[in-house]
């Protein structure tokens, strides 16, 4: 199975910050990557979509990167709205394999 | 606006089975793979388990197969998971997803397997 290594497992972030996160996958899996975001008590949302493209309705500031095992998520300017967990996903090959989760919290 | 409402999870004992529903609309369902994500209470995301449209290829997590079926009925616009010799670790709430790239979410059902 593919692993996914996400990083770093928690942040604290003031509003305004700009925040990445990296997934690093144990195999080369082209762009074949998603993002999500899960608010507490609510369903994941998906805000990245085949490495780099913004699902409709996300706001700009959110923006990923990458190819081949590393992958990276950016947050331009953190918003209150964006506190929450964040997972990458690999779809390339099954069983598919989420990221840990990177948790970002408010400093 | 899609729309992927599970039902069946609940309170079951170790060994024992439960069938779980996604009912979908605002899309075309007979045209989409489907999938099938948990979270344990507190823990992170594992992928489960996905269908292709037409219902004939499925794929499942290590953790599952063998014990979880995967399927769906196109002309009910429903997504099912038949989980057999349910485990503790089984434990979660289930969410079903729009396509292999899980585009859209449900809000999940829950499943507690305990004595």
């Known amino acids: 199975d593919i692993q996914m290594t996400q990083s770093p497992s928690s942040l604290s972030a003031s509003v305004g910050d700009r925040v990445t996160i990296t997934c690093r996958a144990s195999?080369?899996?082209?762009?074949?990557l998603g993002w999500f975001q899960q608010k507490p008590g609510e369903a994941p949302k998906r805000l990245i979509y085949?490495?780099?493209s913004l699902q409709s309705g996300v706001p700009s500031r959110f923006s990923g990167s990458g190819s081949g095992t590393e992958f990276t998520l950016t947050i331009s300017s953190l918003q209150p709205e964006d506190f929450a967990t964040y997972y990458c996903?690999?779809?390339?090959?099954?069983?598919?394999?989420f990221g840990q989760g990177t948790k970002v919290e408010i400093k | 606006e899609v729309q992927l409402l599970e039902s069946g999870g609940g309170l079951v004992q170790p060994g024992g089975s439960l069938r779980l529903s996604c009912a979908a609309s605002g899309f075309k369902f007979s045209t989409y793979v489907m999938s099938w994500v948990r979270q344990a209470p507190g823990k992170g995301l594992e992928w489960v388990s996905v269908i292709n449209d037409s219902g004939g290829r499925t794929n499942y997590a290590d953790s599952v197969k063998g014990r979880f079926t995967i399927s769906r009925d196109n002309s009910k616009n429903t997504l099912f998971l038949q989980m057999n010799s349910l485990r503790a670790e089984d434990s979660a709430v289930y969410y079903c997803n729009q396509g292999g790239w899980l585009a859209s979410w449900g809000q999940g059902t829950l499943v507690t397997v305990s004595s």
């Open positions: 195999q080369a899996i082209r762009n074949d």
């Open positions: 085949s490495a780099s």
């Open positions: 996903l690999q779809h390339n090959t099954y069983p598919y394999t």
